[in-house]
């Protein structure tokens, strides 16, 4: 993950990067930083987020240099700006954007500002018609019921996006408001009854199968926080994007030798209590569909289970 900068023009209820100090706001990672950060870590996919990107004023040279050297680009943003800057970016198999609609636009709006939802779609159907690929990035917080996440995947299927990465809200200490996040047995019990009103849909996650089954409750994984490093304007961040109070490294290599992994995720640190986040779960579920192909081919085919009994943790 490449954080180029943590400046936004919205303020969303839910997001934990946008009340750092005025100083640190105005800091960007220049086009040398960030191209010197991917190629540190020898990642074969980008994820560029913020802050909103579309504000730093290098960012379409930073995306087609990193496309030059064939790394998977996604280009994450809340749509506002993409009527004014599309024209700034070319269509390319190695980039796709992915904007955040985080429910209907009651909700949507709710969680941002009045407007946002309907520029955001607006922004999605004017990339698909220029040729872009689109994906939905999707946070579900508290108070979300599975019917209307189900009316949400359906409304952003039919815009023709490649797919769904969808997620619940994880709970920043940073964070506007606490009382959204959701805690693990909510998420597995919203997950699974959304999966169950999707039978026969046509929706696409843009995740893996056995991440998917792990959201409905289904098996339980430890993350693996390294498997999606985080690079923004203070370092490498420890131990990934989501605890900003744990310090940051000076190098890739000193994020992986001197962070104490041992310390993070379900039953080592608090924060990581009711985080089912795919940034650290995602690279657990794909190690294990790697180890157990036929686990992986299942979920695959059948889909997350939706009734009997829930892992317990």
């Known amino acids: ?46 994820s560029i987020t913020g802050g909103e990107p579309l504000i730093h004023d290098d960012m379409p040279e930073i995306v087609e240099a990193l496309i030059k050297r064939k790394k998977f680009v996604y280009f994450c943003t809340n749509g506002l700006l993409l009527k004014t800057r599309i024209k700034d970016y070319r269509p390319s198999p190695y980039l796709t954007l992915s904007v955040h609609l985080d429910g209907n636009r009651e909700r949507h709006d709710a969680l941002a500002q009045k407007g946002v939802w309907d520029q955001a779609v607006e922004g999605i159907k004017l990339s698909r018609k220029q040729g872009f690929r689109v994906t939905v990035s999707c946070t579900l917080y508290e108070g979300v019921t599975a019917k209307e996440a189900a009316e949400h995947f359906d409304f952003v299927t039919a815009l023709g996006v490649e797919g769904i990465t969808v997620s ?41 199968a056995l991440f998917l089954d792990f959201l409905a409750g289904n098996r339980d994984y430890q993350c693996t926080p390294w498997g999606n490093p985080t690079r923004n304007v203070l370092g490498w961040q420890k131990p990934c994007y989501l605890l900003r109070d744990d310090g940051y490294a000076p190098s890739f290599k000193a994020l992986l030798e001197e962070t104490d992994w041992n310390r993070y995720g379900r039953g080592r640190h608090s924060q990581c209590a009711h985080c089912m986040l795919h940034s650290g779960f995602e690279a657990t579920a794909v190690n294990d569909a790697v180890s157990h192909p036929l686990r992986g081919l299942r979920a695959s085919l059948l889909g997350p289970r939706t009734d009997g009994p829930m892992v317990s943790r």
């Open 1 to 46: 993950m490449l954080e180029a900068l943590f400046r936004c023009n919205l303020t969303c209820a839910g997001c934990g990067k946008i009340n750092y100090p005025e100083e640190i706001l105005n800091r960007r990672l220049s086009v040398e930083e960030c191209l010197s950060a991917v190629e540190e870590c020898a990642a074969p996919v980008v």
């Open 168 to 208: 619940p809200g994880y709970g920043y200490a940073h964070a506007l408001e606490q009382e959204l996040f959701l805690t693990v047995p909510r998420s597995r019990e919203l997950f699974r009854e959304i999966f169950k009103l999707g039978k026969g849909h046509r929706w696409k996650f843009n995740q893996s």
